[in-house]
């Protein structure tokens, strides 16, 4: 949501933007496939992946589309930070400039499904494979313009295929993720 506007993608192809009040639809526009993550919106910008592997930033205000970029895969998540949009895909994460969607860097990372991630301050929090771990996967903090992990996190879970890849935040310098352990859910904080 962003002012009194709510702005989501749905699986019948299409992104929404609608009033936060009142429901009202302000405007739909059809992408070229299901999309079946969530979106992200900066500098009146809404970006969009679709499950066909196209990431689309649409204005904000009129929904028109400004561009579009193939990543090549379905992806799982988008962010942005207002000067990029990252899009994970599974293994691959991508950073597209916001104005123009050209890409920046790709790089693999965490090999999850429904991964989350955050950015600000220059920084990318992203889920990182454990070494020696079949599914494991720790937040992992990357450089926004160049992709150079900068800080792996660590921990002494349970199982080494603990996974923390859902709801990443950075709150006060610590990175908060949840994610599965063998003894359930799980709720860490990294600083």
């Given at each position: 949501?962003?002012?009194?506007?709510?702005?989501?993608?749905?699986?019948?192809?299409?992104?929404y933007a609608v009033?936060?009040?009142?429901?009202?639809?302000?405007?739909?526009?059809?992408?070229?496939?299901h999309i079946d993550?969530?979106?992200?919106?900066?500098?009146?910008?809404?970006?969009?992946?679709?499950?066909?592997?196209?990431?689309?930033?649409?204005?904000?205000?009129?929904?028109?589309?400004?561009?579009?970029?193939?990543?090549?895969?379905?992806?799982?998540?988008?962010?942005?930070?207002?000067?990029?949009?990252?899009?994970?895909?599974?293994?691959?994460?991508?950073?597209?400039?916001?104005?123009?969607?050209?890409?920046?860097?790709?790089?693999?990372?965490?090999?999850?499904?429904?991964?989350?991630?955050?950015?600000?301050?220059?920084?990318?929090?992203?889920?990182?494979?454990?070494?020696?771990?079949?599914?494991?996967?720790?937040p992992g903090v990357?450089?926004?313009?160049?992709?150079?992990?900068?800080?792996?996190?660590?921990?002494?879970?349970?199982?080494?295929?603990?996974?923390?890849?859902?709801?990443?935040?950075?709150?006060?310098?610590?990175?908060?993720?949840?994610?599965?352990?063998?003894?359930?859910?799980?709720?860490?904080?990294?600083?």
């Amino acid at each position: 949501m962003v002012g009194d506007t709510v702005y989501y993608g749905d699986y019948d192809t299409y992104v929404y933007a609608v009033d936060a009040m009142t429901g009202e639809e302000r405007w739909r526009v059809k992408t070229n496939a299901h999309i079946d993550c969530n979106v992200a919106v900066a500098g009146g910008t809404v970006f969009a992946a679709s499950k066909a592997g196209v990431a689309h930033a649409l204005d904000a205000a009129s929904g028109e589309h400004a561009w579009t970029h193939d990543v090549r895969s379905e992806p799982h998540v988008t962010a942005t930070d207002g000067s990029h949009v990252y899009v994970g895909t599974g293994g691959q994460l991508h950073a597209l400039e916001a104005t123009t969607g050209t890409s920046c860097w790709s790089t693999t990372y965490g090999d999850t499904n429904g991964i989350g991630i955050a950015v600000g301050n220059g920084r990318v929090y992203t889920p990182l494979t454990i070494s020696g771990s079949e599914y494991g996967s720790l937040p992992g903090v990357l450089d926004a313009a160049t992709s150079e992990t900068l800080a792996p996190t660590q921990g002494g879970f349970e199982s080494p295929d603990a996974r923390f890849y859902r709801g990443t935040a950075v709150v006060d310098g610590a990175v908060y993720a949840s994610g599965v352990d063998e003894g359930g859910i799980s709720l860490a904080r990294f600083s």
